[in-house]
């Protein structure tokens, strides 16, 4: 008798194969006549309720089907439709950024160089001069150093603004804050940039208290300002939709996030592009008009963030998420014992392994978070990691500190300023994206020719690295054919500056532009879809640390961004980058296959709130009864083995 059960057992514990059940119109073993037929599932209002808090932005299967595995593999995968209000946040974006670049072009030369001889005192030379635009006097170095260290303000004080809009504010909120900081910025730093202020040689003061409120006031609004962008992007899944061609295709997440950032890049480079104007309003009238001009626009952003504010999905602060992730980090660590090199590193800190080994607590709390959390943490991490080969290649783009704008001086410009070439750099950005955007990308796609995240990455930095290469043999044509040989930074013999044309920065500008197309939109993207949903600005922000990371090694080069050393400065590190780049695609190159975003089905989510719920009466019960009987440990184990570890999908 008991063998017969035992073969009953196995009868009912075996299952027909998923095609079967799940019949796709391809499989001639699909069943559909009912044989192999399974009833609907129906909720209870309780799980329903449950789902609806847990995943709010998973869109009804109904009306926007997921792809089947074989509709994955064939139909054509292309961009969802971006909402309206995502391009009014790229065009706050845009007026932010063409403030930022437009004042932050002309730090260099207001520094540096004194105010002009024969000049009007506010800091324009003479016209049909050679003669350089300046203000404060401050030499090269003492130049290098402030530029640099305003880069790595703005791209570090956004660890402390992320944090406050994941964990206190919000992000709207920081956003309208840093907005404000901004905004009393710009009003001082025209103020300090009038001519009888530079005249009195009163204008550094006013000056340094304007670079240090922009900077903190850029690190509040620029980590937050993508995630918000990003979330208005609400169908973050898959879905099969049929176009008016009749053709049916794939709404795929991954294209959609990666056009928004590019639209997002392409925008803010038309911002940038505004220091064309700045350049030319030092050169021609004076840095009082230079500051003006940006600061005009800037003006406008309070009022535009006020009227959106009423259409802008907005995302309440969770300060439990980054918690989570402090303590799943610490639990990794513990059960690793400090081996960093395991493999698996992160499953033992999964609430299903710890639960079959007995531990349903931490630090005498009940554990906090799930199997997808964990999951999520360790896809963060491995963004992380990768944003970490980022400083180089930063450097690589047109040089660390003013080293472009430097070597522009000591070449012949026919009344150019020395600083115009660096606007190349947005230039060339807002050309190409719109080709990646609606060209190149889409073309890949058709055609099924995988060029993934890693892929445009490694040949962003390879990109970087010729131009680090050409900014090299500029530098030392420069050198060859300057008055003054190998100090021809500050030359006064004859014309002061070298026969070769400004012009020929081009190449060197263009080619680390199309770098960041490649590199800085596709880390948008990791950062935003790598990270869990109360940490997307805390992500960015370590992203963007990177770059100030980058700027920090600008600030050691310091001491040998001189004459006559500028041509290793160049050369030195294209060489490190293209070592890096070669590193950097071997260690990431599977990344290019792996899922673009995670998600939990129905099932899961009710999984993870029946064990949650399961740990917190285990708990309450060793509260009140002061110990756990064995009986009830052994029903937490079994209870948690039956429900397995928790899997994401996609």
Not at 42 to 49: M, N, P, Q, R, T
Not at 345 to 350: G, H, L, M, S
Not at 375 to 382: F, G, I, L, N, P
Not at 444 to 465: D, E, M, V
């Amino acid at each position: 008798m008991a063998s017969n059960n035992a073969i009953f057992a196995d009868i009912v514990a075996t299952q027909p194969p998923k095609d079967v059940v799940e019949p796709h119109g391809s499989n001639a073993f699909a069943l559909n006549d009912g044989a192999a037929y399974q009833p609907e599932k129906h909720l209870s209002v309780y799980d329903k309720k449950i789902l609806e808090a847990r995943r709010p932005s998973i869109a009804d299967q109904h009306e926007f089907p997921p792809p089947t595995d074989e509709e994955r593999s064939t139909l054509r995968k292309v961009a969802d439709s971006i909402p309206t209000v995502s391009y009014w946040l790229c065009a706050v974006e845009f007026a932010e950024r063409a403030s930022y670049y437009g004042v932050q072009t002309v730090f260099s030369n207001f520094i540096e160089f004194p105010l002009p001889e024969g000049g009007d005192g506010a800091g324009a030379p003479p016209p049909g001069t050679q003669q350089t635009a300046g203000a404060l006097g401050r030499g090269e170095q003492f130049t290098n150093a402030f530029v640099l260290l305003f880069f790595f303000l703005s791209f570090s004080v956004p660890i402390y603004g992320a944090y406050v809009a994941d964990v206190q504010l919000g992000r709207y909120k920081t956003i309208m804050i840093g907005v404000i900081v901004c905004g009393v910025a710009h009003v001082i730093m025209i103020g300090g940039a009038a001519p009888s202020v530079l005249q009195a040689g009163e204008g550094m003061a006013p000056f340094l208290i304007s670079f240090f409120l922009l900077a903190f006031g850029v690190g509040m609004f620029q980590p937050n300002i993508a995630p918000t962008i990003l979330d208005q992007y609400v169908h973050q899944q898959a879905y099969t939709r049929v176009l008016k061609s009749g053709e049916k295709v794939i709404m795929d997440p991954e294209a959609t996030v990666q056009r928004v950032m590019l639209i997002f890049y392409g925008l803010v480079n038309v911002g940038a592009f505004f220091a064309l104007a700045t350049t030319y309003c030092e050169k021609d009238v004076g840095y009082w008009l230079a500051y003006l001009t940006p600061g005009i626009l800037y003006f406008l952003l309070p009022t535009l963030l006020i009227i959106l504010n009423k259409h802008v999905i907005k995302k309440a602060p969770d300060a439990s998420v980054l918690t989570n992730v402090v303590k799943i980090t610490g639990m990794a660590i513990k059960q690793n014992k400090f081996k960093f090199w395991r493999g698996a590193y992160w499953d033992v800190a999964k609430p299903s392994v710890l639960a079959s080994k007995g531990i349903i607590t931490f630090n005498g709390n009940p554990i906090s978070w799930t199997d997808q959390m964990v999951d999520d943490t360790a896809r963060t991490y491995a963004a992380c990691t990768i944003f970490l080969y980022f400083p180089i290649w930063f450097s690589n783009d047109g040089g660390i500190g003013n080293i472009l704008t430097n070597q522009g001086a000591a070449m012949t410009t026919n009344g150019a300023p020395n600083d115009l070439l660096s606007n190349f750099n947005p230039l060339t950005i807002i050309v190409v994206i719109p080709i990646l955007s609606y060209g190149v990308y889409p073309m890949l796609r058709k055609y099924k020719i995988k060029f993934g995240r890693i892929s445009r990455i490694t040949f962003g930095f390879i990109l970087a690295t010729i131009s680090g290469i050409i900014g090299a043999i500029i530098q030392w044509r420069v050198y060859e054919t300057s008055p003054c040989g190998y100090y021809a930074s500050s030359c006064s013999i004859g014309t002061g500056v070298s026969p070769v044309s400004i012009w020929w920065q081009i190449p060197n500008v263009a080619l680390g532009a199309i770098s960041e197309c490649f590199c800085n939109v596709t880390a948008y993207e990791i950062a935003y879809a790598r990270s869990p949903k109360g940490m997307k600005a805390v992500v960015m922000s370590l992203f963007l640390f990177n770059t100030a990371l980058g700027t920090a090694l600008g600030e050691v080069m310091t001491p040998v961004t001189v004459d006559p050393y500028l041509i290793w400065v160049w050369a030195g590190l294209a060489i490190a980058l293209a070592v890096q780049t070669i590193i950097f695609y071997w260690t990431y190159r599977k990344m290019d296959n792996d899922d673009f975003m995670t998600y939990q089905d129905d099932t899961e989510v009710l999984e993870e709130q029946m064990r949650g719920s399961l740990v917190d009466r285990t708990v309450d019960s060793m509260e009140s009864g002061g110990k756990m009987e064995s009986s009830e440990e052994g029903k937490i184990g079994s209870a948690e083995l039956a429900i397995g570890p928790v899997q994401p999908r996609t």
